[in-house]
């Protein structure tokens, strides 16, 4: 942008890498750049404050989403037109009060999600509420039982059994039965299966025809199958709900033509009723279901959404803490810098090696900071290619042994070398793996005190069924807190070792090395006694 500036930027205020905000107030923070208009155009912060927040950054227009192409264009236009050509003033707000604004703005959105996910959550319990409502008056599970005991007792039959309907199967099975003893209901169920069609039994018949039958003598008809030595007249109902059948029930009278034609109708009025009950019974199963399905989303949107919040307001206090470290590590070699230049000026012709000595040290230490930055960036943009090869680590963990070895030395450190002899060949990117191998040995050498002892060590080993090769760096140094582990991977976090002993550094070098073994489609993990010393573990798939 510096070197070829557009002539108008809209931006979005949530992106993938940056916000808008953010990048709103680096644009501003450039004395080149902040003539050039900056228009937001966003459907996700469009409270007043979020437009004030804009515009005190120095944004000239903030145009909500989603708006008409010709409108959109037309207040572009404007924008062009009547913006100065000239350096406007703005307003930078110190660092602190810029963070300020922002994590309110950040805090008060995710506060509004949250409540509307809790009133949603309020709707849908009250919706279950009152399905468990409405299930109280509708059936039990006894309600069939019930509804064929009630038949009987009213109309003076002696037997009713129900046949519920299989679409899938196209069979009917026996599921209840009145007038039987319970050891005869549990035979009857077994052996009284019917096809849809068969006229066999009768019930396969009726509930094709879907049409009501009276047989006045069961003996005299040869479909007939007998459930029992009593029975001479039989009554069959279909059960049917918006042409959908679900049953047929048999109504058994030990007297012959006993069923009349008013016997008919109100058993069929009955088998009626008892369709809908017993259909919006199924309904009612099924509105549980999908409501335990609704609350179990909801419950878990809302464990995501308090994660989200968590994570946010984490990132805020690393983003802080990231500032004030970087804050520090670049004052120091920036001064230096500076007073080592005026000393190569004025200071004594005689000490100007001393001097360039120092200001190549620190001009490094601030060339590593940047590299660091950029390297997790395209790590993390994928912009990194990753190109493994089959290779024995024992050759980069020899190679890196040898250049380190003297460093060590110079430390009072021991520094050995413990390999497997064979099967170590993984499949390794050499330049990214040696990366995150010297990353690693230089945490141990500048946190391990002076007499202290290093070692590495290569071996191999199985885990979910994948084989592995693994480099391990051991030293007996401090060791990590148990508050330190689980955040020794995250951007920008320095732990209590780093923080108390001054050792250089951004809190970059262990997520590259994550970021680097992810790659790897490898990991790294930790194990350390505080007070006793580290040891970490690179895990790499075999090539063979």
Request: aromatic share 6%.
């Amino acid at each position: 942008a510096l070197a070829a500036p557009p002539s108008l930027i809209i931006s979005d205020v949530l992106m993938p890498i940056m916000d808008g905000f953010s990048l709103c107030r680096r644009w501003m923070q450039e004395h080149t750049l902040r003539r050039i208009p900056f228009v937001f155009y966003t459907a996700t912060y469009t409270d007043e404050r979020d437009i004030d927040l804009a515009l005190n950054l120095g944004a000239v227009r903030f145009i909500t989403k989603p708006a008409e192409p010709p409108v959109l264009l037309r207040e572009i236009q404007k924008v062009a037109e009547s913006h100065p050509t000239t350096n406007p003033e703005i307003g930078i707000d110190e660092e602190p009060v810029f963070l300020k604004n922002y994590n309110e703005r950040l805090v008060h959105k995710l506060e509004e999600k949250i409540l509307e996910l809790k009133q949603a959550n309020e709707r849908l319990k009250y919706l279950y509420q009152a399905s468990v409502h409405l299930n109280t008056i509708q059936p039990s599970p006894q309600l069939l039982a019930s509804a064929l005991q009630a038949i009987v007792e009213a109309l003076g039959y002696t037997y009713a059994n129900y046949f519920n309907y299989d679409a899938e199967t196209g069979l009917f099975h026996l599921i209840e039965s009145v007038g039987y003893a319970k050891e005869e209901v549990q035979r009857l169920s077994q052996d009284l299966v019917f096809k849809l069609g068969d006229p066999q039994g009768l019930v396969g018949l009726v509930g094709q025809t879907k049409q009501l039958l009276i047989l006045g003598e069961t003996g005299a008809d040869s479909r007939w199958l007998p459930l029992d030595s009593t029975s001479r007249s039989a009554l069959y109902v279909p059960l049917t709900h918006n042409e959908e059948l679900l049953g047929v029930i048999s109504i058994l009278s030990r007297t012959p033509e006993a069923f009349t034609e008013e016997d008919s109708i109100n058993a069929q009025t009955l088998a009626n009723n008892l369709a809908l009950v017993l259909r919006n019974a199924e309904l009612s199963d099924l509105q549980r279901q999908k409501m335990d399905s609704l609350e179990d989303m909801v419950a878990k949107r809302t464990v995501e959404l308090k994660v989200a919040l968590e994570n946010a307001e984490q990132a805020t206090r690393l983003k802080t803490h990231f500032v004030s470290d970087m804050n520090h590590e670049l004052r120091t070699p920036l001064s230096n810098v500076k007073l080592y230049l005026q000393l190569m000026e004025f200071g004594n012709p005689e000490n100007r090696s001393r001097y360039l000595e120092t200001l190549n040290r620190e001009t490094d230490r601030l060339q590593k900071m940047i590299e660091e930055l950029l390297d997790l960036s395209r790590l993390e943009l994928g912009k990194t290619t990753v190109d493994p090869v089959p290779l024995n680590v024992n050759q980069l963990v020899g190679e890196l042994i040898v250049d380190r070895v003297e460093l060590a030395h110079e430390k009072g450190l021991s520094l050995d070398f413990h390999p497997q002899p064979e099967g170590t060949e993984a499949l390794v990117d050499p330049q990214l793996f040696y990366q995150v191998l010297t990353n690693l040995l230089a945490n141990a050498v500048n946190y391990t005190p002076s007499g202290g002892s290093i070692w590495l060590e290569t071996a191999t080993a199985v885990a979910d069924r994948q084989r592995w090769v693994t480099i391990s760096i051991i030293d007996n140094g401090p060791g990590i807190s148990e508050e330190d582990l689980p955040h020794l991977f995250d951007r920008f976090y320095r732990g209590q070792a780093a923080r108390e002993s001054g050792a250089p550094g951004t809190g970059l070098g262990l997520a590259i090395c994550q970021e680097i073994m992810q790659r790897h489609e490898g990991k790294i993990t930790v194990e350390s006694i505080p007070g006793m010393g580290s040891k970490f573990t690179m895990w790499l798939k075999a090539s063979t």
